[in-house]
């Protein structure tokens, strides 16, 4: 980071695009322009404003979001080269789409903030942007779960942890992605505690009602999320799969439909799906046993028999695998607010 008097605020870039969500921009300069003044404030004791957030785009002028909401920028990234930290949020670029022209302007300027000392950050598929910098480069980083397939095919140097919220690197951790969406409080909770103090992290974390999102980001994804691709007889394959995952010999089943020889089925289903068909059938049958401990009192061992696996054992190793948490943490993690809550709210 450069250097700076010690009381001047840090300057923090938040990039805007018309494919940012606007919710998660000014959710950012919201939190940190409060560091040092929200709690201070609130406890009648001296505020000193700790960051100095400003909106970003390449033009300086209004834009309108892709979800119809309009971001008045503080300026162009041309009149900010040297921010302490560059904040990309999400971006509705969706997997397999070309993404826009401009951001390959908006990356150099990253690479010559980053060049400068600063620390720069991605939210989600803003990490689609960062890694167009190439700043990622053979370092690990995360992005959110649903884009695993398409990040992985743009970036094949990029080590991708798609079950980390949060994850530091490159030389001084001074690139950092966080997961999905919200993993946004996160990000801002983890700088505030790094370049500021642990205990102004937890303030904030107080008067705002943020959170670590500890357990990862697996406990949210949903698994069945496949590569897209136009094999038909792959694609018949995985419509009876769908009807009959917890069939006892289900690849059995699926290469005898197919009319191929075991190893031909195999290697055409990975080439479509990127999964083996064992793999496929598990991600159905762990998907279908987290809809049921969301939706019903049945035991994860009754749970396990009812999405085809013999032993309760070998079910709860793979879920805790392909989910983060054990069946009944995830059934508390997940449970809903109680009805009370509903009935004040209609109160």
């Known amino acids: 980071m450069k250097q700076r008097k010690p009381d001047d605020p840090l300057a923090i870039a938040i990039v805007a695009t018309p494919e940012a969500a606007a919710s998660v921009v000014y959710g950012i300069y919201e939190v940190m322009s409060s560091v040092g003044l929200a709690w201070q404030l609130l406890h009648r004791q001296h505020p000193a404003p700790v960051f100095k957030p400003v909106v970003l785009?390449?033009?300086?002028q209004p834009l309108r979001?892709?979800?119809?909401?309009?971001?008045?920028?503080?300026?162009?990234?041309?009149?900010?080269?040297?921010?302490?930290?560059?904040?990309?949020?999400?971006?509705?670029?969706?997997?397999?789409d070309p993404v826009p022209n401009t951001y390959s302007a908006i990356a150099d300027w990253i690479c010559g903030a980053h060049a400068e000392g600063a620390i720069v950050c991605s939210v989600c598929t803003g990490s689609t942007l960062l890694a167009m910098t190439g700043l990622l480069d053979g370092e690990d980083a995360t992005t959110h779960w649903a884009w695993e397939n398409d990040f992985r095919s743009r970036f094949p140097r990029i080590k991708l942890r798609k079950e980390r919220v949060l994850v530091p690197a490159g030389e001084g951790h001074r690139v950092i992605t966080a997961g999905s969406t919200t993993s946004w409080h996160d990000l801002l909770l983890y700088l505030i505690a790094r370049v500021h103090s642990l205990e102004e992290a937890r303030r904030i974390a107080k008067f705002f009602l943020l959170q670590w999102h500890a357990d990862g980001q697996?406990?949210?994804?949903?698994?069945?999320?496949?590569?897209?691709?136009?094999?038909?007889?792959?694609?018949?394959a995985q419509l009876w799969a769908g009807d009959n995952y917890a069939s006892a010999t289900p690849v059995a089943a699926m290469v005898e439909q197919s009319g191929l020889t075991e190893r031909s089925f195999l290697r055409r289903f990975r080439a479509a799906t990127g999964q083996s068909p064992i793999e496929y059938v598990q991600t159905l049958r762990i998907e279908e046993a987290k809809h049921l401990l969301e939706t019903t009192d049945m035991p994860p061992d009754d749970i396990a028999g009812e999405v085809g696996y013999v032993e309760a054992s070998s079910f709860r190793r793979l879920f805790r695998k392909l989910v983060g948490l054990s069946p009944a943490a995830y059934r508390r993690r997940m449970l809903p607010p109680p009805a009370a809550f509903f009935q004040a709210a209609a109160g």
Not at 57 to 60: A, P, Q, R
Not at 218 to 236: E, M, N
């Open 218 to 236: 697996l406990p949210f994804a949903s698994l069945t999320v496949t590569r897209q691709h136009k094999d038909p007889l792959v694609g018949a």
């Open 65 to 96: 979001t892709f979800n119809g909401a309009t971001i008045h920028p503080d300026g162009r990234f041309a009149d900010h080269p040297s921010p302490d930290i560059v904040i990309i949020p999400d971006l509705a670029v969706m997997p397999g």
């Open 57 to 60: 785009s390449m033009d300086g």
